[in-house]
């Protein structure tokens, strides 16, 4: 569905963010989820064997799949411009 901007002119998605979603429209929302939790285990794991710069480094992960998620939930819930090709 388009809607205008201020200007009177349509807002389209690109071939990039019409890829992303194809994909991830074949995921199930909580995929997402779990990465981030698993993150957050991998994280701790790795904080308890001493290896801090690596656990910081896979415990960052957990923001961008949580933010993944909710873009994916975003698409599935209000709709794609699939049929504007």
Partial sequence: MDTPNKQG???????VAKAIEEQTSKLPSDV?????????VVSLGLKMAKKSHTALFI?????PFLLLGIY??????S???????
């Fill in 9 to 15: 002119s349509e807002k389209r998605e690109g071939k």
């Fill in 32 to 40: 997402f989820l779990w990465a981030s939790m698993g993150a957050m």
């Fill in 59 to 63: 415990g960052q992960w957990a923001a």
């Fill in 72 to 77: 994916d939930k975003i698409v599935k819930t």
């Fill in 79 to 85: 709709g794609s411009e699939r049929d504007d090709d």
